[in-house]
């Protein structure tokens, strides 16, 4: 499936519209603005929680948390530590976790799992600010990787406000 992510630009805390293939608004992240750590809620356009992404504030990197129904159901981490390109993980339970790497402030990675790539996110086809296509082959769970693709939004949003100051 295919889906085209934007971030509203005039909007109290981070909002994000996600449309699928035939340009209709499938899901909608609402930010919490004017709270301590980044709280976003990843919703369907009815207005039900399908996931809460919550910013873990007292750890090494930067680290977030989804949630559904209350579970948590990944944590994902960059990886501080790499030689020549930014990695994500995408800490599941078991053993299917994920791995995003790429050039993310361009919005071109790669999601994969045990080396296959599973998701492909691109800004390639996009001339506007904050807009990228996300590709999920068949059988993957979207919202996790929705989910996790305005985490790593998130993160990259952040170095960069912290690189102009």
């Not at 501080?80 to 995003?100: I, M, N, W």
């Amino acid at each position: 499936m295919r889906y085209v992510m934007h971030e509203k630009l005039l909007a109290f805390g981070d909002d994000y519209v996600i449309k699928d293939e035939r340009g209709e608004a499938t899901f909608f992240v609402d930010g919490r603005a004017f709270s301590i750590g980044d709280k976003l809620a990843f919703k369907d356009m009815s207005g039900q929680e399908l996931a809460f992404i919550k910013q873990k504030i007292l750890s090494f990197g930067p680290t977030y948390e989804i949630y559904r129904e209350g579970n948590l159901v990944a944590v994902v981490k960059k990886a501080l530590f790499t030689l020549f390109r930014a990695r994500f993980s995408v800490d599941v339970p078991g053993p299917d976790d994920l791995e995003a790497q790429g050039a993310f402030f361009d919005h071109e990675y790669a999601f994969s799992r045990h080396g296959k790539t599973v998701a492909q996110v691109s800004k390639r086809w996009f001339s506007f600010r904050d807009t990228y296509g996300i590709e999920i082959a068949d059988g993957e769970d979207d919202v996790l990787i929705l989910a996790s693709a305005v985490v790593i939004d998130q993160v990259i949003h952040e170095e960069s406000r912290q690189d102009d100051d």
